[in-house]
């Protein structure tokens, strides 16, 4: 069955620690990968997608992806954590096959301390 | 260009009654696709509408229906409110008519639904 797996619903860093975020998918096809942010009490927004090509992602807010097939994974990854990142992550799965159009991870809690 | 625009915010219903919650896509989008969020379980998806057809629909029971206009607004309905029902209800609009597709989905801020 096609899945989208996060590792750890949360996540705590220091301010200025590395930020990394887990993410893992089953499908024998690569499929298009997506992060998205959620603030609270807000929807979700794009931080950055994989489609083809680069297996390197930049997105906003100075996050990073790096897709590898070998792994199927698709970790979320940022230099130097700010107060600000603080927020709930999940990873996003568009499947080549079946019939929903993105399928979420559990999502991960990032907490950032000062 | 005006986001996705879900109405309203806040709801706090009673269990037995129903409700009908509604998301206006981003201008020149034609799929909206209705998600249910709840702690620990995530985003679950429960349907899709493109061109006022119902697309693809997640493994949620028939209380929950939705419906999409002429004019890409949508509308989902949820019928004999359990308590369970509790979640917050987020709309996305695509471009890309496919399922399989890089296209971002565009949220609105959601509808934090609360029955008790």
């Known amino acids: 069955a096609q899945s989208v797996t996060q590792l750890g619903s949360h996540v705590s860093v220091s301010e200025g620690a590395l930020v990394l975020l887990r993410c893992n998918y089953s499908?024998?096809?690569?499929?298009?990968l997506f992060w998205y942010v959620q603030y609270p009490n807000q929807g979700l927004q794009l931080l950055l997608k994989y489609t083809t090509g680069a297996t390197l992602v930049k997105g906003i807010n100075g996050f990073e992806a790096e897709f590898k097939k070998s792994e199927t994974s698709f970790h979320l990854t940022k230099p130097s954590a700010h107060m600000s990142d603080a927020a709930e992550y999940f990873c996003a799965v568009s499947f080549s096959s079946g019939n929903t159009p993105l399928v979420f991870g559990k999502g991960t809690r990032l907490s950032v301390i000062a | 260009k005006a986001g996705v625009t879900q109405t309203p915010r806040y709801l706090i219903k009673t269990r037995g009654q129903q409700v009908t919650l509604s998301c206006s896509p981003i201008?020149?989008?034609?799929?909206v696709s209705w998600y249910q969020q709840t702690p620990g379980q995530g985003l679950q998806f429960l349907f899709e509408?493109?061109?006022?057809?119902?697309?693809n629909k997640g493994n949620f029971p028939g209380r929950f229906s939705g419906r999409q206009f002429s004019n890409s607004r949508s509308e989902m309905n949820v019928s004999t409110l359990e308590l369970g029902d509790s979640a917050l209800y987020l709309c996305?609009?695509?471009?890309?008519?496919?399922?399989?597709?890089?296209?971002?989905?565009?949220f609105g801020q959601g509808t934090r639904l609360t029955v008790v």
């Open positions: 509408y493109f061109s006022e057809t119902q697309r």
């Open positions: 201008s020149g989008h034609r799929s």
């Open positions: 996305a609009s695509r471009t890309s008519v496919a399922t399989y597709t890089n296209t971002e989905a565009f």
């Open positions: 499908s024998s096809v690569p499929p298009y």
